[in-house]
T-cell receptor, first 108, second 116 residues
Framework: AQRVTQPEKLLSVFKGAPVELKCNYS??????LFWYVQYSRQRLQLLLR??SRESIKGFTADLNKGETSFHLKKPFAQEEDSAMYYC??????????FGQGTTLQVKP | DAGVTQSPTHLIKTRGQQVTLRCSPK?????VSWYQQALGQGPQFIFQ???????QRGNFPDRFSGHQFPNYSSELNVNALLLGDSALYLC???????????????FGEGSRLTVL
């Protein structure tokens, strides 16, 4: 079965602390993995995708096929990073399978 | 560019009624998908339209149907509403049906449906 699991509903850190949002997936094939973010009162938007191997707003994510994980990391959290983060999987068809989401709360 | 626009933003219906939600994709986009997001959950794929045809469908009953028009806009129809249909309905668009970056979608702000 195709599934995305985000084990933490809420992650609370202090400003300047490292952040790691966990994502594990189940997929038979070669998936594309994404992180989407929703800031307060804004629409859901793409943060980054694994094939780009890019860093966006200081965030990076590495696809680990052995552990079937795609954790999102940032070395120093900022208050403006507070948002809901969704990990998502696509099987090259445009259909996205989302995890349940993790709320990141960065305290001053 | 206004991006993906959806209407209405909020609506309240009673059980058994029917509802139609509308979506205009981002300029230049021709593929539209619909997602249901229940409270506290991630979005769930309902279906995808391209060239006015349903191309993929998620695990939703036939009460959920859709349409895409020649101008790429789309409608989501839900018949015989149940309390469990209360959710945020998101429309998303992209250019093309297949190819690289198929998972890069642009989302609307959603239509919040409450079924009483």
């Amino acid at each position: 079965a195709q599934r995305v699991t985000q084990p933490e509903k809420l992650l609370s850190v202090f400003k300047g602390a490292p952040v790691e949002l966990k994502c594990n997936y189940s997929y038979s094939g070669s998936p594309e993995l994404f992180w989407y973010v929703q800031y307060s009162r804004q629409r859901l938007q793409l943060l980054l995708r694994h094939i780009s191997r890019e860093s966006i707003k200081g965030f990076t994510a590495d696809l680990n096929k052995g552990e079937t994980s795609f954790h999102l990391k940032k070395p120093f959290a900022q208050e403006e990073d507070s948002a809901m983060y969704y990990c998502a999987l696509s099987g090259n068809t445009g259909k996205l399978i989302f995890g349940q989401g993790t709320t990141l709360q960065v305290k001053p | 560019d206004a991006g993906v626009t959806q209407s209405p933003t909020h609506l309240i219906k009673t059980r058994g009624q029917q509802v139609t939600l509308r979506c205009s994709p981002k300029s230049g986009h021709d593929t539209v998908s619909w997602y249901q997001q229940a409270l506290g959950q991630g979005p769930q794929f309902i279906f995808q339209y391209y060239e006015e045809e349903e191309r993929q469908r998620g695990n939703f009953p036939d009460r959920f149907s859709g349409h895409q028009f020649p101008n790429y806009s789309s409608e989501l129809n839900v018949n015989a509403l149940l309390l469990g249909d209360s959710a945020l309905y998101l429309c998303a668009s992209r250019r093309g049906l297949a190819g690289p970056n198929t998972g890069e979608l642009f989302f609307g702000e959603g239509s919040r449906l409450t079924v009483l």
